[in-house]
Nanobody
Framework: QVQLLESGGGLVQPGGSLRLSCAASGIGFRFNAMGWYRQAPGKERELVAR???????NYLDSVKGRFTISRDNAKNTVYLQMNSLKPEDTAVYYC????????WGQGTQVTVSS
């Protein structure tokens, strides 16, 4: 059974930082690309960052230079380091793996507000 468990969300002031974690189980983690998506109220879910099994990364244009995705295959965990946060980054953030079937975590709320 595939399980993705996110943590690390919260309330932060503009310019602040957060690190999200996603612990995966039930998959051969190191063989899978992993992604972080987000969904703001009234908006569609969008891909924020993805990391391949080999470690190559790609990012949503609006987060380039501020967010960093990384993975620790020994811990079956993918991270999203978010710096210089802006109010428009406010959303529920979801961890994702696509193995022919999409699997999602439960989401973690990130709120950027003064």
């Amino acid at each position: 059974q595939v399980q993705l468990l996110e943590s690390g969300g919260g309330l932060v002031q503009p310019g602040g930082s957060l690190r999200l974690s996603c612990a995966a189980s039930g998959i051969g983690f190191r063989f899978n690309a992993m992604g972080w998506y987000r969904q703001a109220p009234g908006k569609e879910r969008e891909l924020v960052a993805r990391i391949s099994s080999a470690g190559s990364t790609n990012y949503l244009d609006s987060v380039k230079g501020r967010f960093t995705i990384s993975r620790d295959n020994a811990k079956n965990t993918v991270y999203l380091q978010m710096n210089s946060l802006k109010p428009e980054d406010t959303a529920v953030y979801y961890c994702n793996v696509n193995r022919g079937i999409e699997y999602w975590g439960q989401g973690t709320q990130v709120t950027v507000s003064s």
